[in-house]
């Protein structure tokens, strides 16, 4: 508890301080000199402002070390002051100044002010309940500056985060654009801190795949990312580099992530739309690779670029087939399909599809007699090689849906 004697004797203490504040200031700066030198500098620079700042500063704590102990902790540091020492620590970020050595500063010049106070205190006989107070009182004061420093250390850090990250979003959009010419891409990559590579590629990932989005976010900085109403997409750098496909196939894994085509900055809009085409026949189980890379499968993607014209070539080329059960439909697809890409090769059929070659050779006499002399057609070999070795189309009116076994004939 307070007492009369400590109001006497800590109200005195404030001249006798402030008279060693040059001595103190000079201390400081002198060992910041060793670990510091630019807070040495800023201190030799700054010394009568800094000194003035302090003679009130120590009235307010000397003044409010004779209250409670036991109350809470007070605001020792004024609005002013907090606000000083915010921009202290903005400054710092925005020179791409490490904080930790300032906030070591702080420490080296509580440390130096205290033993002067103490000292101080000792030959006026202040009673050891009032210098604990004054102790408490310089060195929570310490702490909120510190903590107004780091505070502007780290806001400014999260405002140049936010808005570094709009700029890498408005240069991916322009990317992704056809109104991008070479000045405007230099300028929007400036801006953004990211260096333009020779070629890139862009990843897609469904937007509600949270297991994509956690991979997504874990690619490194050279990659960027951007959200679209209906799809996540990142513009990876260079990705033919020497073992980044590899890279991107391990870290994409389980995402469901679709690889566009490398090229030229220029052809990343085109790059874009073969992309969300191969995300659509991946969502019809067409391409069902985890992830996909597009450019592993672009004969598919031909075949599939528009399924209206993929099933009319199946309606005309497999309608023999329509009038089959679906079991022997099924078995004859296969074989017919395997026949065609084994370039007719009867015991490679066989090893294929793990049957005995007489198997082969009598499904083969099913198919000519179905077929007739189309079999023996290069050019209508090579059309039904492309209605079958891709996939199904998506219709419904595709000539091998799955019909009713009743009514079909064998």
Known sequence: MDTEEDHIWLPGLVPAIVHRLPAILTEVRDLLAEQQPDYAGFLSDAFTEILSAAEGFIARLVALAEQDPQAA??????????????????????????????????????????????????????????????????????????????????????????????????????????RADTAALRAAAARAEWPLPRQAAVILIE??????????????????????????????????????????????????????????????????????????????????????????????????????????????????????SEGTRDRLVETLTSWLMNMGNRKAVAQQLHVHPQTVRYRLTQLREIFGSTLEDPTARAALLLALAWGPAITESDPLAPRPESGSHR
């Open 73 to 178: 902790t007070p605001q020792l540091a004024s609005g002013v002051e907090q606000a000083l020492f915010e921009e202290i620590g903005r400054l710092h970020y925005e020179q791409q100044h490490d904080v930790t050595p300032l906030l070591a500063a702080y420490r080296t010049g509580a440390a130096v002010a205290w033993r002067h106070v103490a000292e101080e205190a000792l030959e006026f006989n202040v009673p050891a309940e009032a210098l604990a107070g004054l102790a408490a009182a310089v060195f929570a004061a310490v702490d909120q500056l510190s903590s107004a420093s780091w505070r502007g250390y780290v806001q400014a850090q999260t405002t140049a985060g936010q808005a570094r990250e709009r700029l890498r979003e408005e240069l991916a959009e322009l990317l992704l654009s056809d």
């Open 207 to 324: 937007p509600d795949n949270e297991v994509g989005r956690a991979l997504l976010e874990r690619l490194n900085h050279s990659c960027l990312r951007l959200r679209r109403p209906t799809m996540l997409v990142a513009i990876v750098a260079d990705p033919e580099g020497p073992g980044v496909r590899q890279r991107l196939r391990t870290a994409l894994r389980g995402a469901g992530a679709v690889v566009g085509t490398t090229g030229p900055l220029e052809g990343l809009p085109a790059s874009m739309n073969l992309a969300e085409h191969a995300v659509r026949l991946q969502r019809a189980g067409v391409l069902p690779e985890d992830p996909l890379f597009v450019d592993e499968h672009l004969d598919a993607m031909v075949v599939h670029r528009d399924d209206r014209l993929l099933a009319a070539l199946r309606r005309q080329y497999l309608a023999p087939l329509a009038a089959l």
